[in-house]
């Protein structure tokens, strides 16, 4: 860990170890995207930059940074290598769940030693294929596999969305599983961030049973109902606030990493069926440059103020003073669609980089058409459907309700919770 008390130069560290491993990663990539994962090197590494410590909590030892500065980190590992960037994103955003599940969890997840990311999530959506029966003494977990499970294969533990029915209807249970207990299936085989593992996992057993604490009313965890131990206000932060700003920092790294790499690569290139000895010296390059500017900036700003208003909210709370709950269901529907929203740019941004990167862009070793590849991911992400979050944000507008439906990105965060049963 960064040996240091202030905030600021722990960032300002953890930025410095990050640039001077940038270069590595990216040669690293290629043989990451045919593994279908990250190295257990790589994994390593990045531990030692401090990246997988930026939202751990302090009382453990983790940096704790605040929202804003989580972003800067995120944006600065994705400019080297997106697959990397994102396994950053998801070692930092899936923190709210288990400070969301209360102390018990909190404890296993940061009381030891561990070299990697904390904690993975998988299938907290209503299409969990995962079922969870409340016995005497905890839940006994039965069905599968549960999908998409990012930073599974280095996580000590995967939070698993599991469905329960006890008579009322069914709802969501966020079960907290060791990897002892999983099995990883050898199904990621995708366009694009190849290398961050994100594979279906199943049970070791037909079924498996977990303590109670260990399986938890999705609800409480959204609403934050449980005590969970922790003092700093990033773990009164609105939790989508949270996690979708630092996804937009994974498009911005990708975006920036690209131009720069574009404007390495072009210098002294000349353009086919032009007199243009130097791609740099034509008025297109510049036209294009200006677009890729505004659409980098656009993003980056936005993703700069939900960060910033992340980190006032999680304040206000913190000093028993929350936002007003219309508030802040609108604000968590704006975080959404703007992250959306800046996926959508920066992919628009490295794609006309690449068509002016002429056919040696298309290459493996091209930085430029993996970035490109992976921005596009990040848009089809299933928490980033842009037609369904601009009518859910539209509606707010209009004043009228969202949608309402269970999952990790509902909006109806601010309802009261059902009793929270021990």
């Known amino acids: 860990m960064v040996a240091t008390q202030d905030p600021s130069d722990t960032l300002a560290k953890i930025l410095e170890n990050v640039r001077a491993l940038g270069p590595t ?9 045919r593994a279908g994962r990250h190295s257990d090197e790589t994994i390593a590494d990045l531990h ?71 904690v993975a999530g998988s299938s ?15 839940w006994i977990i039965s069905g599968g596999p549960w999908t998409f499970g990012s930073d599974s294969l280095w996580a000590p533990y995967t939070n698993l969305g599991c469905l329960a029915d006890e008579g009322d209807g069914p709802y969501l249970v966020a079960v907290q599983v060791p990897r002892v207990d999983l099995r990883f299936l050898d199904d990621w085989k995708v ?36 005590d969970n131990g922790l003092k700093g206000s990033l773990w009164k932060a609105p939790s989508l606030g949270w996690a979708f700003s630092l996804m937009a920092g994974m498009s911005i790294g990708l975006a920036q990493g690209a ?13 086919r069926g032009t007199s243009y000895k130097d791609q740099l010296a034509a008025p297109a390059t510049h036209l294009m440059l200006a677009e890729v ?35 802040m269901q609108m604000f968590s529907a704006r975080a959404l669609v703007e992250t959306a929203y ?52 539209g509606r707010l507008m209009a004043g009228a309700q969202p949608h309402q439906f269970a999952g990790i990105t509902t909006l109806d965060r601010f309802a009261p919770a059902p009793p929270h049963k021990a």
């Open 259 to 271: 131009l720069e790499r574009f404007l390495e690569r072009s210098a002294g290139r000349p353009i």
């Open 48 to 118: 030692a930059t401090g990246a997988f410590d930026i939202g751990s909590p302090a009382e453990f030892g983790g940096y704790e940074l605040t929202v804003r500065e989580q972003l800067d980190v995120v944006s600065e590992v994705s400019r080297w290598d997106g697959s990397c960037g994102w396994t950053v994103w998801v070692g930092a955003s899936t923190n709210w769940i288990p400070a969301g599940s209360g102390a018990p969890v909190v404890e296993e997840v940061y009381g030891t030693e561990w070299v990697g990311p904390r």
């Open 191 to 226: 366009a694009g961030m190849r290398a961050t593992g994100s594979v279906s996992c199943t049970l070791a057993q037909d079924e498996l049973f977990v303590p109670n604490y260990r399986g938890v009313d999705f609800r409480h965890i959204v609403a934050g109902t449980i």
């Open 342 to 393: 800046a996926a959508k740019w920066c992919a628009e941004a490295i794609e006309l980089l690449q068509r002016n990167s002429g056919s040696t862009a298309i290459t493996e070793t091209e930085p430029i058409q993996r970035a490109w590849r992976d921005a596009r991911v990040i848009t089809l992400h299933g928490a980033l459907n842009l037609e369904a979050l601009s009518e859910n944000y």
């Open 25 to 33: 990663l990216r040669e690293r990539a290629l043989d990451a995207e």
């Open 124 to 138: 907290h959506f209503p299409a969990s294929r995962g079922r969870a029966k409340r016995v005497k003494g905890g």
């Open 293 to 327: 500017h505004s659409k980098i900036q656009s993003a980056t700003l936005s993703a700069r103020a939900n960060a910033e208003e992340t980190d006032r909210l999680g304040a206000l709370a913190a000093a028993g003073t929350p936002a007003d709950p219309d508030y």
